[in-house]
């Protein structure tokens, strides 16, 4: 069974501080996607990484794909109140061309202060 | 461009009821999704159509839910009947191919409890 072990859980930092989630895995994703869930709604995707040793930057999101596709890392810089929410990490199993079902961690629910 | 949409947003009913949920997926997106989150799990998978055909429905947790897209476009999840460990939100999503993968957007979700 793919697991993702998604740390830590919860965080909860003041307004101007850096942060790291992680997103770790014994198994091998063709790719793997970061959500951001708020109370009520659904997932909202943030970005999709493919290839292994990735890095894509979204404002001040910086998200990597590690070499071997088993891990990876949300990395927020000067955080603000309206990152606040739960962030998830997402494994594709199978094929990319397959359209194939995602392997979620359990989320890291992010509190920022001001 | 409009969302994947939902049906109910929330359900509450007795105990070997049966319920149907419904999933509208975006326009044009072929394959569709069905996640559930119990209470303190992660999401998981439970199945996936590709139009109207069954891809995989590896994570369906037993025969009591049937879930059906005819036609390719709106999808269906029926419980029938419920239990109470069926309680949970249910989640819809489609994906498009953007750069050579496969991007899931997700619904708001189903909650539903069973009591």
């Known amino acids: 069974t793919q697991l993702l072990e998604q740390s830590p859980q919860f965080l909860s930092i003041q307004e101007g501080e850096n942060l790291t989630v992680y997103c770790n895995s014994s198994s091998v994703f063709s790719s793997l996607q970061w959500y951001r869930q708020e109370p009520g709604e659904g997932p909202v995707l943030l970005v999709t990484v493919v290839t292994g040793g990735e890095v894509k930057k979204l404002k001040r999101l910086t998200f990597q794909f590690g070499d071997a596709r088993k891990d990876s890392s949300l990395h927020i810089t000067a955080a603000q109140p309206g990152d606040t929410g739960l962030y998830l990490c997402?494994?594709?199993?199978?094929?990319?061309?397959?359209?194939?079902?995602?392997?979620f961690g359990k989320g890291t629910t992010l509190s920022v202060s001001s | 461009e409009a969302g994947v949409t939902q049906f109910p947003s929330h359900s509450v009913i007795e105990k070997g009821q049966t319920v149907t949920l419904r999933c509208d997926p975006i326009?044009?997106?072929?394959?569709l999704y069905w996640y559930r989150r119990v209470m303190g799990k992660e999401i998981k998978f439970l199945l996936h159509?590709?139009?109207?055909?069954?891809?995989?429905e590896s994570g369906m947790p037993n025969n009591r839910f049937l879930a059906e897209r005819t036609g390719g476009t709106y999808s269906t999840l029926k419980v029938q009947p419920a239990e109470l460990e069926d309680s949970g939100v249910y989640f819809c999503a489609s994906s498009r191919i953007r750069q050579g993968v496969y991007e899931q957007y997700f619904g708001p979700g189903t909650r539903l409890t069973v009591t």
């Open positions: 159509f590709v139009k109207e055909s069954k891809q995989d």
């Open positions: 326009s044009g997106h072929d394959n």
């Open positions: 997402a494994g594709g199993v199978g094929t990319n061309q397959a359209g194939t079902a995602l392997i």
